[in-house]
């Protein structure tokens, strides 16, 4: 079976940074595509990146370009997002997902962890 862990979610002051880490076990293939969601207390869910099955980076939120980073480790089945300049409304659950399919239907039958928690006090 195929199991999504993410770890590396903590309580930080503004203006900190946290590295977020995501590992993928159990799948017979690694030609799937990863990415980063978050969802905040209240609020909708947030696409953050995706890495398509080429270890490619193909999209990265404009709400956290220049101060989140993206990286994908396929030999360790793993992805992580650096996460630099952290601001309160970065405060939410931080959701790793691997998946076959292109970027608008991985997650649909996609592998989904059970989240990290970021909070943010300003």
């Known amino acids: 079976v195929v199991q999504v862990a993410e770890s590396g979610g903590n309580f930080v002051q503004e203006g900190g940074s946290l590295r977020l880490s995501c590992r993928v076990t159990?799948?017979?293939?690694?030609?799937?595509?990863m990415g980063w969601f978050r969802r905040s207390p209240g609020g909708e869910r947030e696409e953050i990146s995706y890495?398509?099955?080429?270890?490619?980076?193909?999209y990265l939120a404009d709400s956290v370009k220049g101060r989140f980073t993206a990286s994908r480790d396929r030999a360790n089945s793993a992805q992580y997002l650096q996460l630099n300049d952290l601001k309160p409304e970065d405060t939410a659950m931080y959701y790793c997902?691997?998946?076959?399919?292109?970027?608008?239907?991985?997650?649909?039958?996609?592998?989904w962890g059970q989240g990290t928690q970021v909070t943010v006090s300003s």
């Open positions: 159990g799948a017979i293939f690694d030609d799937y595509g």
């Open positions: 997902v691997a998946g076959h399919g292109t970027r608008s239907d991985y997650t649909h039958y996609g592998w």
């Open positions: 890495f398509n099955e080429f270890d490619q980076l193909q």
